[in-house]
């Protein structure tokens, strides 16, 4: 996956990165660290490998696999698609010794930004239930929740 927007270490929409922190496109050297940044997160679920949620995402040739590092240490990641229709996002996830600097409103600003440009009218995104702390920082995004329902089938198993 190539990412044309913009430099690998470019600055945010929103400002400048702290110091050390620097936004980077997914490559092969990162899998062990993004995989160890979802566990720490709470994001990887028995029905859900990761690895296979990482090579499914690199034969998307119009999305976005961000990382944010610091030194060489992945301590942030999003994956941003646009289907034509909607935008989505997955997978964004911060360190929680990073949580509170930003660095999630960095990335989710550089998303929508990604996504203006390609014309995308809508952004979805799908929080777990309970995850009210999630809940709270997307609402501070602007993001509201719909009235819809969110349906699911499994069409390869993952485990």
Known sequence: MTDSSAASSAAPATGAWPDGVRKVTFAP???????????????????????KDIDRK??????????????????????????????????????????GQGLGRHLMADCEAFLFDLGCPKVNLMVRRGNEKVVGFYEDQGFSEDQAMVLGKRLIPDI
Not at 29 to 51: F, I, S
Not at 61 to 82: A, D, K, N, P
């Open 29 to 51: 050297a990162h899998r062990d660290g993004v995989k160890a940044l979802w566990e720490a997160c709470g994001l990887v679920r028995p029905w859900n490998d990761p690895d």
């Open 58 to 99: 690199l034969t998307d040739t119009q999305g976005r696999f961000w990382l944010l590092l610091s030194g060489e240490t992945v301590v942030g990641s999003v994956m941003v698609g646009y289907d034509g229709h909607r935008g989505s996002i997955y997978y964004l996830a911060i360190d929680p010794a990073c949580q």
